[in-house]
Protein backbone atom coordinates (compact mmCIF):
# COMPACT_ATOMS: atom_id res chain seq x y z
CA UNK A 1 0.00 0.00 0.00
CA UNK A 2 1.69 3.48 -0.87
CA UNK A 3 2.19 6.31 1.91
CA UNK A 4 -0.80 8.13 0.32
CA UNK A 5 -3.11 5.53 0.49
CA UNK A 6 -2.44 4.60 4.02
CA UNK A 7 -2.70 7.99 4.90
CA UNK A 8 -6.46 7.92 3.30
CA UNK A 9 -7.11 5.17 5.39
CA UNK A 10 -6.06 6.62 8.15
CA UNK A 11 -8.06 10.07 7.57
CA UNK A 12 -11.41 7.62 7.10
CA UNK A 13 -11.21 5.71 9.83
CA UNK A 14 -10.42 8.83 11.91
CA UNK A 15 -13.63 10.46 10.57
CA UNK A 16 -15.73 7.35 10.64
CA UNK A 17 -14.92 6.76 14.67
CA UNK A 18 -15.40 10.89 15.66
CA UNK A 19 -18.71 10.04 17.13
CA UNK A 20 -19.60 13.75 18.04
CA UNK A 21 -19.61 16.89 16.08
CA UNK A 22 -16.76 18.41 18.12
CA UNK A 23 -14.94 15.53 17.42
CA UNK A 24 -15.46 15.88 13.79
CA UNK A 25 -13.99 19.44 13.81
CA UNK A 26 -11.09 18.45 15.41
CA UNK A 27 -10.36 15.77 12.93
CA UNK A 28 -11.16 18.48 9.98
CA UNK A 29 -8.91 20.89 11.85
CA UNK A 30 -6.18 18.15 12.26
CA UNK A 31 -6.69 17.13 8.21
CA UNK A 32 -7.68 20.50 6.01
CA UNK A 33 -6.76 22.91 8.85
CA UNK A 34 -3.93 25.27 8.02
CA UNK A 35 -1.18 23.25 9.66
CA UNK A 36 -3.74 20.08 8.66
CA UNK A 37 -2.03 16.72 7.34
CA UNK A 38 -3.54 17.04 3.98
CA UNK A 39 -2.80 21.22 3.56
CA UNK A 40 0.93 20.31 4.59
CA UNK A 41 0.80 17.35 1.84
CA UNK A 42 -0.28 20.32 -0.53
CA UNK A 43 1.74 22.65 0.80
CA UNK A 44 4.36 20.12 -0.17
CA UNK A 45 3.93 20.38 -4.01
CA UNK A 46 5.70 23.57 -4.12
CA UNK A 47 9.09 22.53 -3.61
CA UNK A 48 8.45 19.49 -5.75
CA UNK A 49 9.90 18.99 -8.96
CA UNK A 50 6.94 19.55 -11.90
CA UNK A 51 7.20 15.70 -12.81
CA UNK A 52 6.99 14.94 -9.10
CA UNK A 53 4.07 17.48 -9.05
CA UNK A 54 2.08 16.06 -12.19
CA UNK A 55 2.09 12.89 -10.19
CA UNK A 56 1.11 14.23 -7.07
CA UNK A 57 -1.28 17.21 -7.76
CA UNK A 58 -4.02 14.77 -8.26
CA UNK A 59 -3.34 12.01 -5.94
CA UNK A 60 -2.96 15.64 -3.09
CA UNK A 61 -6.01 16.92 -4.55
CA UNK A 62 -8.02 13.31 -4.94
CA UNK A 63 -6.81 13.14 -1.16
CA UNK A 64 -8.63 16.46 -0.09
CA UNK A 65 -11.77 15.64 -2.22
CA UNK A 66 -12.50 12.48 -0.64
CA UNK A 67 -11.63 13.77 3.40
CA UNK A 68 -14.12 16.62 2.64
CA UNK A 69 -17.01 14.80 1.24
CA UNK A 70 -15.99 11.87 3.97
CA UNK A 71 -16.09 14.68 6.77
CA UNK A 72 -19.69 16.45 5.02
CA UNK A 73 -21.03 13.63 4.77
CA UNK A 74 -20.41 12.17 8.80
CA UNK A 75 -21.19 15.35 9.84
CA UNK A 76 -24.69 14.89 8.18
CA UNK A 77 -25.14 11.87 10.22
CA UNK A 78 -23.90 12.79 13.48
CA UNK A 79 -26.21 16.05 13.04
CA UNK A 80 -29.07 13.76 12.87
CA UNK A 81 -28.09 11.54 15.80
CA UNK A 82 -28.07 14.95 17.57
CA UNK A 83 -31.25 15.94 16.85
CA UNK A 84 -32.83 12.72 17.19
CA UNK A 85 -30.96 12.84 20.71
CA UNK A 86 -32.45 15.48 21.38
CA UNK A 87 -35.99 15.35 20.55
CA UNK A 88 -36.35 12.28 22.69
CA UNK A 89 -34.77 13.81 25.41
CA UNK A 90 -36.64 17.39 25.20
CA UNK A 91 -40.13 15.68 25.89
CA UNK A 92 -42.71 17.87 27.25
CA UNK A 93 -45.56 16.43 29.12
CA UNK A 94 -48.61 18.02 27.77
CA UNK A 95 -50.48 16.89 30.83
CA UNK A 96 -48.62 18.80 33.12
CA UNK A 97 -50.31 22.35 34.46
CA UNK A 98 -48.95 25.63 33.03
CA UNK A 99 -46.41 27.28 35.02
CA UNK A 100 -46.75 29.54 36.86
CA UNK A 101 -50.37 28.05 37.85
CA UNK A 102 -52.88 30.92 37.53
CA UNK A 103 -54.11 31.73 41.37
CA UNK A 104 -57.29 32.50 41.99
CA UNK A 105 -60.71 31.64 40.64
CA UNK A 106 -63.86 32.60 39.02
CA UNK A 107 -66.66 33.65 41.57
CA UNK A 108 -69.77 31.36 40.67
CA UNK A 109 -71.61 34.55 39.95
CA UNK A 110 -69.51 35.75 37.10
CA UNK A 111 -69.45 32.05 36.18
CA UNK A 112 -73.22 32.04 35.85
CA UNK A 113 -73.17 35.32 34.29
CA UNK A 114 -70.22 34.67 31.59
CA UNK A 115 -72.51 31.53 30.86
CA UNK A 116 -75.86 33.13 30.55
CA UNK A 117 -74.22 35.56 28.25
CA UNK A 118 -72.42 32.96 26.08
CA UNK A 119 -75.73 30.63 25.66
CA UNK A 120 -77.86 33.81 24.30
CA UNK A 121 -74.65 34.99 22.04
CA UNK A 122 -74.83 31.92 20.58
CA UNK A 123 -78.60 32.45 19.96
CA UNK A 124 -77.79 35.81 18.28
CA UNK A 125 -78.33 37.65 20.74
CA UNK A 126 -75.69 41.22 21.29
CA UNK A 127 -74.80 42.11 24.86
CA UNK A 128 -75.80 45.55 25.65
CA UNK A 129 -74.66 47.46 29.03
CA UNK A 130 -76.00 50.03 31.55
CA UNK A 131 -74.76 51.62 34.62
CA UNK A 132 -75.51 50.78 37.72
CA UNK A 133 -76.05 54.32 39.22
CA UNK A 134 -79.22 54.88 36.48
CA UNK A 135 -81.92 57.74 35.99
CA UNK A 136 -85.08 57.19 37.62
CA UNK A 137 -87.07 57.80 34.44
CA UNK A 138 -85.24 54.78 32.71
CA UNK A 139 -85.60 52.79 35.33
CA UNK A 140 -88.90 53.80 36.05
CA UNK A 141 -90.93 56.02 34.05
CA UNK A 142 -89.82 55.23 30.79
CA UNK A 143 -90.73 51.51 32.03
CA UNK A 144 -94.42 52.45 32.28
CA UNK A 145 -93.75 53.36 36.13
CA UNK A 146 -94.55 56.84 36.24
CA UNK A 147 -94.21 58.95 39.20
CA UNK A 148 -96.54 57.47 42.43
CA UNK A 149 -97.21 54.54 40.33
CA UNK A 150 -97.39 51.71 43.24
CA UNK A 151 -95.48 49.59 41.23
CA UNK A 152 -92.45 51.63 42.11
CA UNK A 153 -93.37 50.51 45.62
CA UNK A 154 -92.58 46.62 44.57
CA UNK A 155 -88.89 47.77 44.14
CA UNK A 156 -87.38 49.28 47.28
CA UNK A 157 -85.42 51.09 45.86
CA UNK A 158 -81.73 52.99 47.26
CA UNK A 159 -81.83 56.15 46.32
CA UNK A 160 -79.00 58.11 45.54
CA UNK A 161 -78.71 62.41 46.91
CA UNK A 162 -80.48 64.67 44.56
CA UNK A 163 -78.83 66.27 41.80
CA UNK A 164 -78.88 70.10 41.45
CA UNK A 165 -81.87 70.07 39.13
CA UNK A 166 -83.69 67.84 41.83
CA UNK A 167 -83.62 64.69 39.70
CA UNK A 168 -82.98 61.61 41.21
CA UNK A 169 -80.66 58.65 40.19
CA UNK A 170 -81.40 55.48 41.64
CA UNK A 171 -79.22 52.15 42.33
CA UNK A 172 -81.49 50.31 39.47
CA UNK A 173 -83.67 48.03 40.53
CA UNK A 174 -83.60 45.78 37.63
CA UNK A 175 -81.65 45.81 34.38
CA UNK A 176 -84.77 46.67 32.61
CA UNK A 177 -83.62 50.25 31.94
CA UNK A 178 -80.85 48.66 29.83
CA UNK A 179 -84.32 48.20 27.58
CA UNK A 180 -85.12 51.82 27.54
CA UNK A 181 -81.28 52.95 26.87
CA UNK A 182 -81.02 49.90 23.89
CA UNK A 183 -84.36 51.50 22.17
CA UNK A 184 -83.18 54.75 22.75
CA UNK A 185 -79.90 54.64 20.82
CA UNK A 186 -80.76 51.72 18.40
CA UNK A 187 -83.10 50.98 15.55
CA UNK A 188 -85.07 47.83 15.71
CA UNK A 189 -84.56 45.12 14.83
CA UNK A 190 -82.72 44.70 18.44
CA UNK A 191 -81.77 41.68 19.90
CA UNK A 192 -80.55 42.44 23.26
CA UNK A 193 -79.30 39.87 26.47
CA UNK A 194 -77.47 42.30 29.32
CA UNK A 195 -76.43 40.67 32.68
CA UNK A 196 -75.44 42.76 35.42
CA UNK A 197 -76.04 44.18 38.91
CA UNK A 198 -78.72 45.56 40.22
CA UNK A 199 -79.91 46.60 44.51
CA UNK A 200 -82.71 46.46 46.26
CA UNK A 201 -83.45 47.11 49.86
CA UNK A 202 -83.62 43.37 51.11
CA UNK A 203 -81.69 40.86 52.83
CA UNK A 204 -82.42 37.10 54.05
CA UNK A 205 -81.40 33.91 53.15
CA UNK A 206 -82.75 34.32 49.44
CA UNK A 207 -82.28 38.39 48.91
CA UNK A 208 -79.21 40.17 49.09
CA UNK A 209 -79.35 44.39 48.80
CA UNK A 210 -76.92 43.63 45.54
CA UNK A 211 -78.12 40.71 43.41
CA UNK A 212 -77.56 39.91 39.31
CA UNK A 213 -80.33 39.84 36.37
CA UNK A 214 -80.32 39.20 33.09
CA UNK A 215 -82.21 41.41 30.19
CA UNK A 216 -83.43 39.73 27.35
CA UNK A 217 -85.13 42.27 24.53
CA UNK A 218 -85.90 41.63 21.05
CA UNK A 219 -87.96 43.71 18.86
CA UNK A 220 -88.88 43.62 15.39
CA UNK A 221 -91.70 43.58 12.86
CA UNK A 222 -93.10 40.05 13.97
CA UNK A 223 -92.39 38.62 17.17
CA UNK A 224 -94.50 36.51 19.38
CA UNK A 225 -94.57 34.67 23.17
CA UNK A 226 -94.01 31.40 21.04
CA UNK A 227 -90.74 32.87 20.10
CA UNK A 228 -90.06 33.67 23.87
CA UNK A 229 -90.80 30.38 25.29
CA UNK A 230 -88.78 28.75 22.24
CA UNK A 231 -85.87 31.22 23.67
CA UNK A 232 -86.37 30.35 27.06
CA UNK A 233 -86.45 26.61 26.57
CA UNK A 234 -82.99 26.37 24.40
CA UNK A 235 -81.37 28.71 27.19
CA UNK A 236 -82.99 26.07 30.17
CA UNK A 237 -81.51 23.29 28.69
CA UNK A 238 -78.24 24.59 27.44
CA UNK A 239 -77.85 26.36 30.97
CA UNK A 240 -78.72 23.02 32.98
CA UNK A 241 -76.91 21.26 30.64
CA UNK A 242 -79.95 18.86 30.02
CA UNK A 243 -81.64 17.56 26.52
CA UNK A 244 -85.07 18.07 27.99
CA UNK A 245 -86.98 20.63 29.74
CA UNK A 246 -90.84 21.47 30.78
CA UNK A 247 -92.14 25.21 31.36
CA UNK A 248 -95.16 26.41 32.81
CA UNK A 249 -96.55 30.04 31.98
CA UNK A 250 -98.58 31.91 34.35
CA UNK A 251 -100.26 35.56 34.06
CA UNK A 252 -98.44 38.09 35.60
CA UNK A 253 -97.91 41.77 36.02
CA UNK A 254 -95.32 43.82 34.84
CA UNK A 255 -96.29 47.68 34.18
CA UNK A 256 -93.90 47.10 31.06
CA UNK A 257 -95.22 44.24 29.48
CA UNK A 258 -99.06 43.30 28.17
CA UNK A 259 -99.44 40.89 28.45
CA UNK A 260 -96.98 39.55 30.92
CA UNK A 261 -95.89 35.95 31.80
CA UNK A 262 -94.41 34.31 34.35
CA UNK A 263 -91.96 31.10 33.39
CA UNK A 264 -91.45 28.38 35.54
CA UNK A 265 -89.24 25.34 35.23
CA UNK A 266 -90.37 21.63 36.16
CA UNK A 267 -88.23 20.49 38.64
CA UNK A 268 -87.56 17.41 40.93
CA UNK A 269 -85.83 18.56 44.22
CA UNK A 270 -86.28 15.09 45.92
CA UNK A 271 -83.21 13.05 47.30
CA UNK A 272 -80.90 16.47 47.98
CA UNK A 273 -80.56 17.07 44.38
CA UNK A 274 -82.12 18.95 41.96
CA UNK A 275 -83.34 17.51 38.27
CA UNK A 276 -84.92 19.57 35.21
CA UNK A 277 -87.87 17.78 32.91
CA UNK A 278 -89.29 15.78 35.19
CA UNK A 279 -91.14 16.37 39.17
CA UNK A 280 -93.20 18.00 41.09
CA UNK A 281 -91.86 21.27 41.84
CA UNK A 282 -91.98 24.12 39.86
CA UNK A 283 -88.56 26.70 39.54
CA UNK A 284 -89.26 30.59 39.42
CA UNK A 285 -86.98 31.26 36.22
CA UNK A 286 -88.25 34.46 34.78
CA UNK A 287 -90.55 37.60 34.33
CA UNK A 288 -91.44 38.34 30.64
CA UNK A 289 -94.07 39.57 28.18
CA UNK A 290 -94.89 41.26 24.93
CA UNK A 291 -92.82 44.62 25.59
CA UNK A 292 -95.98 47.05 25.99
CA UNK A 293 -96.34 49.67 23.01
CA UNK A 294 -96.16 52.84 25.97
CA UNK A 295 -92.76 51.91 26.46
CA UNK A 296 -92.25 51.47 22.97
CA UNK A 297 -93.24 54.34 22.07
CA UNK A 298 -91.47 56.30 24.88
CA UNK A 299 -88.16 55.11 23.92
CA UNK A 300 -88.76 56.54 20.06
CA UNK A 301 -90.03 53.49 18.69
CA UNK A 302 -93.40 53.04 16.53
CA UNK A 303 -95.82 50.76 17.79
CA UNK A 304 -97.51 50.39 15.13
CA UNK A 305 -94.75 48.84 13.39
CA UNK A 306 -92.74 47.05 15.51
CA UNK A 307 -93.52 44.78 18.32
CA UNK A 308 -91.20 43.16 21.10
CA UNK A 309 -90.83 40.65 23.76
CA UNK A 310 -88.64 41.24 26.81
CA UNK A 311 -87.49 38.94 29.82
CA UNK A 312 -85.80 39.20 32.11
CA UNK A 313 -84.49 36.54 35.89
CA UNK A 314 -82.20 36.46 38.49
CA UNK A 315 -78.76 34.88 37.91
CA UNK A 316 -77.19 34.12 41.62
CA UNK A 317 -80.69 32.24 41.83
CA UNK A 318 -79.56 30.62 38.63
CA UNK A 319 -76.12 29.44 40.06
CA UNK A 320 -77.36 28.72 43.71
CA UNK A 321 -79.12 25.92 41.78
CA UNK A 322 -76.51 24.71 39.29
CA UNK A 323 -73.27 24.55 41.72
CA UNK A 324 -75.81 23.56 44.83
CA UNK A 325 -75.09 26.68 46.87
CA UNK A 326 -77.56 26.96 49.20
CA UNK A 327 -77.56 31.03 51.12
CA UNK A 328 -77.36 33.90 49.02
CA UNK A 329 -75.33 35.49 51.54
CA UNK A 330 -72.50 33.23 51.21
CA UNK A 331 -72.07 34.49 47.66
CA UNK A 332 -70.57 38.15 48.99
CA UNK A 333 -68.94 37.22 52.40
CA UNK A 334 -65.67 37.21 50.61
CA UNK A 335 -64.59 34.24 52.36
CA UNK A 336 -61.28 32.88 50.60
CA UNK A 337 -61.81 28.92 51.59
CA UNK A 338 -65.77 29.60 50.17
CA UNK A 339 -64.44 31.21 46.91
CA UNK A 340 -61.73 28.29 46.75
CA UNK A 341 -63.94 25.10 47.39
CA UNK A 342 -67.06 26.95 44.55
CA UNK A 343 -64.67 29.41 42.52
CA UNK A 344 -64.03 28.39 39.20
CA UNK A 345 -60.43 27.59 37.21
CA UNK A 346 -59.38 31.53 35.80
CA UNK A 347 -58.86 30.05 32.69
CA UNK A 348 -61.94 27.94 31.75
CA UNK A 349 -64.12 30.96 29.95
CA UNK A 350 -67.61 29.13 29.34
CA UNK A 351 -68.39 28.44 25.45
CA UNK A 352 -70.90 26.69 23.75
CA UNK A 353 -67.88 24.56 22.02
CA UNK A 354 -65.63 23.78 25.06
CA UNK A 355 -68.23 23.59 27.39
CA UNK A 356 -69.89 25.84 29.76
CA UNK A 357 -68.74 24.71 33.91
CA UNK A 358 -65.62 22.58 33.59
N1 LIG B 1 -87.57 43.59 35.72
C1 LIG B 1 -88.40 42.55 36.31
C2 LIG B 1 -88.03 42.36 37.75
O1 LIG B 1 -86.98 42.76 38.15
C3 LIG B 1 -88.24 41.27 35.56
C4 LIG B 1 -88.81 41.34 34.18
C5 LIG B 1 -90.13 41.06 33.97
C6 LIG B 1 -88.03 41.73 33.12
C7 LIG B 1 -90.70 41.13 32.70
C8 LIG B 1 -88.59 41.80 31.85
C9 LIG B 1 -89.92 41.49 31.66
O2 LIG B 1 -87.87 42.15 30.76
O3 LIG B 1 -90.43 41.56 30.40
O4 LIG B 1 -88.75 41.76 38.48
Redesign the pocket.
Known sequence: MSDIQAIERQILDAIASATDEAALEAVRVSVLGKKGSISELLKSLGGMTPDERKVNGPLFNGLRDRAAAAIAARKTVLEEEALNARLAFERVDITLPARPEPSGSVHPVSQALDEVTAIFADLGFAVAEGPDVEFDDYNFTRLNIPPDHPARQM?DTFYVAKQADGSRHVLR????PV?VRTMLKQKPPIRIISPGR?YRVDSDATHSPMFH?F???VIDEVTHLGHLKWVLEEFCKAFFEVDKVEMRARPSF?P??EP?VEWDLRCDRSGGQIKFGAGNDWLEL????M?HPRVLEMCGIDSTKYQG?????GIDRLAMLKYGIPDIRSFFESDLRWLRHYGFAALDLPTLDGGLSR
Open positions: HTHTSQTQEGLFFTSAGSGVYAFGG
